[in-house]
């Protein structure tokens, strides 16, 4: 319905001036509410976007709807309206069926129909006079079969009831409030709350840079991102996203009795996620190919194990979780850790989902010792008799991460056993706090700084992944760095880096994969649920104690 973001011919729903003047978007405060203001020489108007989202009789009432209010400010403005989807990838138009105050359009799996107050032969990008409030519902199944003006005007106040008050749950740190806030509502929007998967992003093969063939599928749920948002909603205070996901893991797992982890999911938790190229698709920017699925689902990436024990962790050693802790949930823990343990060392594609020759990596290698160490402590309050055997796991991966991943002349870890080159991800190394001597610590953050830095932001690595040199920065890379520095008591350094990361020109205060270094240009899947995380997790890393201000 939307694709026109990868191909002019895509389906789009767009609401502008006649004379196609560009507007200015914000948030309505503390909500995911969308406001998009527009002044032309006729007049003024804006667009109210929103999905209706608010609790009714003790549920989460989020229907298949999108709401979007048309309101004259002042003037006399004249707008086009054109709704125009198309059947899925094929580009084919659906037929289309006039009703008294709605458009059909029928072909799609389930029915999708626009109702709306304005008249229906205005809706072809023809312009008319907007001298009224006006109101679109475009829903998928259900249609709208009540009064629609009270109807959108209730949701509208019920929806950003619920929004502001679920910010006000949200715990936040002393600085980067804002940035903080926008994050935590975003993180939200990527959590599938049928099932608790939580995606990536909402969007695919946006490149990672011009002419880069860059160009991932990223709305799936990987286990590795959403072990960092639930790490992020933890900062945050909330609590329903984490017991979610666990249902989500505990589907998952229970269809893999071997725990043949993928790396990623549908959010059903089903795996079909064979890679196709759209060639038919010209791609947004024009920068092919347009992909659908993705074959990292293929790929053996070891630290997915150590990331799921660090997600389930917080239940054995949270009281807030004791009714949690079932035989069924110790037993997953047990044997995901029992199964990093068995992978350690061995070859992977590794977290940057490497399409060249796999190597023993060592990011995989510190998930995987992560898993026996937080195992160990599990153990030793809820099963006592292994508490030794996953400590004695954990000691074994720990000397060989120092023995095979550490540059001799350097001093500092390596991406891969025997190597030379540094990634970003080492420096989760100090956040998870592997135990090493202070000056390893110190090297590590240095040696990526050195060599991965370019104008104040920091790329994953330097080598050829199968796709040649990565030329963007990662976002997530940089505010890993901050959290490092954080850690090390270099408060300074990592305030000045975050400092530097906020000067990015994001209007909506949205994150996407990938910023071109020169520019400050975003690049990549946007928004991206790395990113965000990233962020929150520096903001708290960096953030006075509010006991400093005397609150």
């Not at 200015?24 to 203001?37: A, H, I």
């Not at 038919?280 to 074959?295: D, F, I, L, T």
């Not at 949690?324 to 350690?344: W, Y």
């Not at 350097?410 to 000056?439: F, H, K, N, W």
Request: glycine residues 6%; negative net charge; charged residues 25%.
């Amino acid at each position: 319905m939307f694709g026109a973001l990868l191909d002019e011919e895509g389906g789009r729903f767009s609401i502008r001036p006649a004379n196609r003047a560009l507007g200015v978007q914000r948030y309505l405060p503390n909500t995911n509410v969308l406001e998009t203001r527009f002044d032309t020489p006729d007049g003024a108007f804006r667009v109210i976007d929103f999905a209706p989202r608010f609790v009714l009789y003790e549920r989460s009432f989020r229907p298949t709807k999108l709401v979007r209010i048309v309101e004259p400010i002042s003037g006399t403005p004249r707008i086009r309206v054109l709704c125009d989807p198309v059947l899925g990838w094929s580009k084919q138009r659906p037929r289309r069926e006039l009703g008294s105050n709605h458009l059909s359009f029928e072909g799609f799996d389930a029915e999708l129909r626009l109702t709306t107050d304005a008249s229906l032969s205005y809706l072809d990008d023809e312009p008319f006079a907007l001298t009224s409030r006006k109101h679109f519902v475009l829903a998928w199944g259900a249609p709208v079969e009540e009064p629609l003006e009270p109807l959108c005007e209730r949701f509208l106040r019920d929806t950003v009831r619920y929004w502001q008050t679920w910010v006000k749950q949200c715990d936040i740190p002393m600085t980067h409030q804002e940035a903080v806030i926008r994050s935590a509502l975003t993180l939200k929007l990527h959590c599938y709350e049928d099932t608790g998967a939580i995606v990536a992003a909402l969007t695919t093969s946006i490149p990672e840079g011009p002419g880069s063939g860059r160009t991932w599928d990223y709305r799936y749920c990987w286990l590795r991102d959403a072990y960092y948002t639930l790490g992020a909603f933890r900062l945050l205070g909330h609590f329903e996203e984490r017991e979610q996901f666990i249902q989500f893991l505990l589907n998952v797992a229970s269809a893999a009795p071997d725990l043949d982890l993928a790396p990623l999911y549908r959010v059903d938790g089903k795996t079909d996620l064979v890679e196709e190229q759209l060639a038919h698709w010209s791609g947004y920017r024009a920068e092919k190919p347009v992909r659908v699925g993705n074959a990292a689902a293929l790929h053996k990436q070891h630290d997915v194990f150590g990331e799921m024990v660090l997600a389930l962790t917080p239940l054995f050693l949270d009281a807030r979780f004791r009714e949690q802790v079932t035989p069924p949930v110790l037993d997953l823990v047990t044997r995901l850790a029992e199964r990093a343990i068995a992978v350690a060392g061995q070859p992977d594609a590794g977290i940057w989902e490497l399409r060249s020759e796999w190597r023993p990596q060592t990011f995989s290698s510190l998930m995987c010792w992560a898993a026996a160490d937080r195992m160990s402590r599990i153990a030793g309050i809820h099963r006592p008799v292994e508490h030794e055997h996953f400590a004695a796991a954990a000691t074994r991966i720990q000397a060989e991460i120092l023995a095979r991943a550490v540059d001799s002349e350097r001093g500092c870890l390596v991406a891969d056993y025997g190597g030379t080159e540094v990634d970003a991800a080492l420096l989760q190394a100090i956040t998870l706090q592997l135990p090493m001597s202070t000056e390893l610590r110190h090297a590590t953050v240095d040696a990526v700084r050195a060599d991965l830095t370019q104008d104040g932001w920091l790329k994953r690595y330097r080598t050829d992944d199968g796709f040649g040199v990565p030329r963007m920065a990662f976002t997530l890379c940089s505010f890993w760095l901050v959290e490092a520095l954080a850690r090390l008591g270099r408060d300074d350094e990592a305030r000045a880096v975050l400092h530097q990361i906020g000067k990015l020109d994001s209007p909506l205060g949205l994150l996407a994969e990938d910023v071109d270094p020169r520019s400050g240009e975003m690049w990549g899947n946007f928004p991206q649920a790395y990113s965000h995380v990233g962020l929150i997790h520096a903001a708290f890393a960096t953030a006075p104690r509010w006991l400093e201000y005397g609150t």
